[in-house]
């Protein structure tokens, strides 16, 4: 069929895993900093989550946060030097990122803490945090063709000195597929003679084989950790979130991706 087509947001975001995503612990108390090694129980205690290493939960005005004030709630995780949290996950078939607010500690001289995230072993973003203002910071696209179930962890990468970023609200994000008739409007893949828009506030990822007549992206049109092409006569990138993603700085792109431009 001719015709323009616009692409479909895949859905919304949804807190990972479920309501711990905002590390609201009660048993770290108001003004208070606890290590996992220091939890009642132990640091696998506060089920989803495993603390290990020098990491943990802690809540306003404790000796780690100051007058840092978490952006939701009243506590955060800590990643210091090498320390990591980690948790199971299964997640559906399909195509995911993770977004989680996070800054650099604020009360204990100038922190340059990394943080790392990986999904199953595979690293799927790595960034210094910018500031000590709470930000938001968006992983990689990453693909699951069945339902799998695996270990998403978050850790610290600097060890010398002394190091702390916080972490806060981590939220899953479905990524709609190019090649799929769902993911636009209307209901049908692209071919050669369709102009696609991906509207603001939309992303799209493009897996193997992608073709448009032209592709005007206000979203994102980002790809997956898979070998893609895209074909098509002219790529228009506009607006103040638009973005086309293959790679991020820390976590480059190793596949073969493709642009002919027609």
Known sequence: KTGALTAVSAGALTAFPVAS??????????GQALYGFQFPNGPTSWTPWTMSGASGIASNNSGFT???????????????????????FTFAPGSWRLRFQAAQRAN???????VQ???GGTEVFEAEMLDTTYRTYITRTFTFASTTTTTVTLQGTNTV?????????????????????????????P????????????EVAIRGAAVAANVTVNGELVTSFENATLDTRWVGVSGSAARFEVGQERTPYAQAFTLTLL
């Open 117 to 119: 995230v990986l999904v």
């Open 66 to 88: 100051g007058s840092q004030a978490a952006p939701r709630g009243t506590r955060v995780a800590f990643l210091q030097n090498a320390g990591a949290i980690s948790t199971p």
């Open 191 to 202: 071919t050669s003679i369709n102009p696609v828009t991906i509207p603001a506030g939309v």
């Open 161 to 189: 000195g002394d190091h702390t970023a916080f972490v806060d609200w981590v939220e899953l994000e479905p990524i709609a597929d190019w090649n799929q008739s769902s993911s636009w409007s209307p209901a049908m893949v």
């Open 21 to 30: 995503n905002s590390f609201e612990y009660t048993a770290v108390g108001a």
């Open 108 to 114: 204990f001289g100038t922190s340059h803490q990394v």
